[in-house]
């Protein structure tokens, strides 16, 4: 991807562009540039960083964590270090959970699901 405008960041990433407005607006996205026009530009970077941002969204991380934790990285110091390892650990906690959650379902199916191999006698 070239540099681009918000609408195409945004289809790239298969969000809105009101998410990409609100991220920017939090400070968890910078644009790489703006146009003679005044329009915020894009590069793979601001795509990767999104990216990035939304899967964490999605793993549960909050916004209000995801702004802390994309200006520790901007900073660069090691509190961005700190903590990405604290969201790391909150992330391998949540996977086990959900697969914990996931045999459960998993015995519950089984149980309710009829057995169709009784009654019948193999020759």
């Not at 562009?17 to 003679?36: C, F, N, T």
């Not at 530009?41 to 916004?63: I, P, Q």
Request: with cysteine; charged share 30%; net charge neutral.
């Amino acid at each position: 991807m070239d540099i681009c405008t918000i609408s195409k960041l945004a289809n790239e990433a298969g969000v809105s562009v009101y998410v990409v407005r609100d991220y920017v607006l939090r400070g968890l996205l910078r644009p790489a540039r703006r146009s003679e026009n005044g329009y915020r530009l894009y590069d793979d970077r601001a795509l990767e960083r999104l990216r990035f941002v939304r899967s964490l969204f999605e793993a549960g991380v909050g916004l209000d964590e995801l702004t802390r934790l994309c200006h520790a990285l901007d900073d660069g110091g090691s509190d961005a270090v700190e903590f990405l390892e604290c969201v790391r650990a909150r992330i391998v906690a949540r996977c086990m959970a959900l697969s914990t959650m996931d045999r459960q379902m998993e015995q519950v199916i089984s149980a309710m699901t009829p057995d169709t191999t009784k009654g019948y006698r193999h020759a």
